[in-house]
């Protein structure tokens, strides 16, 4: 019978505990340079303070593990949000990482150009909304003097 989600975590939690903390960060991040063949800036600050470390690579595991994505995706999608937030060094271990997960060539460039779009799209979003926002006023008409309701008819700002 095989052994559910949950019990798998409780396991694994059981795992910690009974090693310890600082063991299992240790252990867990040999195996993240033997996978990857380096550990990220940001697991090895954690791993000053094992506890931080391990709950965020358990969190970080339950999540990719639980997903009912296909690995490839998920790190295909980890991609594309690491570009998004012009992260280098996210964009290109989960880069490496979908690379081993089977990812092509063609894939990568895809979800790149995709990340790329919707980043954009995002700051011309945000940035009309502020604009439209912000002009629905006129602050040099309104520092003449001039009312919202009778705006001045020379006002360059609001054409």
Same mark, same amino acid.
């Given at each position: 019978?095989?052994?559910?989600?949950?019990?798998?975590?409780?396991?694994?939690?059981?795992?910690?505990?009974?090693? #310890?903390?600082?063991?299992? &960060?240790?252990?867990? =991040?040999?195996?993240?340079? $033997? +996978?990857?063949?380096? @550990?990220? %800036?940001?697991?090895?600050?954690?791993?000053?303070?094992?506890?931080?470390?391990?709950?965020?690579?358990?969190?970080?595991?339950?999540?990719?593990?639980?997903?009912?994505?296909?690995?490839?995706?998920?790190?295909?999608?980890?991609?594309?949000?690491?570009?998004?937030?012009?992260?280098?060094?996210?964009? #290109?271990?989960?880069?490496? &990482?979908?690379?081993? =997960?089977?990812?092509?060539? $063609? +894939?990568?460039?895809? @979800?790149? %150009?995709?990340?790329?779009?919707?980043?954009?799209?995002?700051?011309?979003?945000?940035?009309?909304?502020?604009?439209?926002?912000?002009?629905?006023?006129?602050?040099?008409?309104?520092?003449?003097?001039?009312?919202?309701?009778?705006?001045?008819?020379?006002?360059?700002?609001?054409?």
């Amino acid at each position: 019978m095989e052994k559910s989600t949950k019990e798998e975590f409780e396991a694994r939690l059981a795992q910690i505990v009974e090693r #310890g903390a600082d063991v299992t &960060a240790d252990e867990w =991040m040999r195996e993240i340079e $033997e +996978e990857y063949g380096r @550990v990220p %800036l940001i697991f090895k600050r954690m791993g000053e303070r094992p506890e931080v470390l391990i709950s965020h690579l358990l969190y970080k595991g339950t999540v990719a593990q639980t997903s009912p994505l296909d690995p490839k995706y998920v790190e295909l999608i980890s991609l594309a949000v690491g570009a998004a937030l012009k992260c280098p060094h996210c964009t #290109g271990y989960h880069m490496q &990482a979908a690379l081993k =997960m089977g990812a092509s060539r $063609e +894939e990568i460039l895809e @979800v790149i %150009l995709l990340a790329g779009m919707i980043s954009n799209s995002s700051v011309l979003a945000n940035s009309y909304r502020i604009f439209d926002e912000k002009m629905d006023r006129c602050i040099p008409c309104e520092s003449k003097g001039m009312s919202k309701v009778n705006p001045d008819k020379n006002c360059s700002i609001k054409k």
